[in-house]
């Protein structure tokens, strides 16, 4: 009964997240969109997960070509970094595989910057691969199938995309597509 009790309370915390997380989304105008550092935005999320990613062990690699300057909302963004880093994590161990690592690396062309998360963990099974964003999808046994929807939701928000494959030396790599902060503007 105690175990039974512990998860219905880890579920109902986990859902309390999710509409505090959901009001905040839908709730703000996106008039308060400004322009944001995407670096600086990575680097606070870094902060937090670095703790997790020592005490499993997992190696941070930041390849950081740009320092582009986005038009968004940083709490939405970091929402997304957080979810992607979570995912990797899970990815990770689940696998466990030799190399245990994550590479974020950033980049922009004229119009957009472009953020991708790798990890060395699984990959992302064929069988998930088409429903990957959908409302309610998982491939965890404890998952609610909210993550990578709201990602794709708050992205799309941002005027911008996220897409998702297989690394070539195996492991997930998301790839975010954000409108530089001119571009945005000028539109």
Request: aromatic share 6%; with cysteine.
């Amino acid at each position: 009964a105690i175990t039974s009790l512990d998860e219905i309370c880890l579920q109902s915390n986990q859902l309390s997240s999710l509409v505090q997380n959901l009001r905040q989304l839908f709730g703000s105008k996106i008039e308060k969109f400004e322009s944001i550092n995407l670096q600086k935005v990575c680097n606070e999320v870094l902060e937090i997960i670095k703790p997790t990613l020592q005490s499993k062990r997992i190696v941070l690699l930041q390849q950081y070509e740009s320092n582009p300057i986005v038009y968004g909302d940083s709490v939405q963004l970091q929402q997304v970094l957080i979810n992607l880093f979570n995912n990797a994590i899970d990815s990770i161990n689940e696998s466990n595989p030799n190399v245990r690592e994550i590479l974020i690396a950033i980049t922009n062309n004229e119009y957009y910057a472009t953020l991708s998360v790798t990890d060395s963990g699984l990959g992302i099974d064929s069988v998930v691969f088409e429903s990957l964003f959908e409302l309610y999808k998982t491939s965890k046994p404890s998952g609610l199938g909210v993550g990578l929807w709201l990602s794709k939701t708050i992205i799309e928000r941002h005027q911008g995309k996220i897409t998702a494959s297989n690394h070539a030396r195996g492991g997930a790599c998301f790839e975010i597509q954000i409108p530089l902060y001119e571009s945005a503007v000028v539109k």
